[in-house]
């Protein structure tokens, strides 16, 4: 990657609230140069991996997912928060710090064996990412890997991803 994509990702101290430190990617997606990079990063490394399609969290992992399965010919699949999807969906619910949550995808959505990237644009607990794997296992598709633009490294997602394959292009 010849352009730094650091110097596009603005701190913000103190949100959502006192002691985080935001990521904000708003200058990188501003700079078409800059999210030109990223997204051709994520496609020179999945080019050869005979993948079926890229699936995308919500939402920000729609921003980076979406242009990437256009840039490698393929379908992009959503995974979405608990009714927004309009067919049959299966679901599954998860742990946060403050609560659960759930993601959902449509059960017609992978095929049995179709080797998928799943893409978001942070990597920090993990929590979300390993709902959306679930998800994958329920509909026997294969996850290649799991792709991030940030990883935060000292919230510990990688552990909970335990083998699960990941790659972040940025990592704080």
Known sequence: MSLDLTQFVRNIPD?????????????LLGNAQAFDAAIEHFAQ????QQLQAIVGIESRGFIFGAPLALRL???FVPIRKPGKLPAQTIGVDYSLEYGTNRLE??????QAGDRVVVV???????????A???????????????????ELTFLGG???????????????
């Open 15 to 27: 949100f959502p609230i006192p002691g985080v430190q935001f990521k904000d990617i708003t200058p």
């Open 45 to 48: 490394r999945y080019a050869n």
């Open 73 to 75: 010919g393929i379908g």
């Open 105 to 110: 995808i449509h059960n017609d959505a992978l």
């Open 120 to 130: 978001d644009d942070l990597l920090a607990t993990g929590g979300t990412v390993v």
């Open 132 to 150: 959306a794997c679930d998800l994958l296992n329920q509909l026997g598709a294969e996850m290649v890997e799991a792709a991030f633009l940030i």
């Open 158 to 172: 990688r552990e909970k991803l335990g083998n699960r394959p990941f790659y972040a292009q940025i990592q704080y």
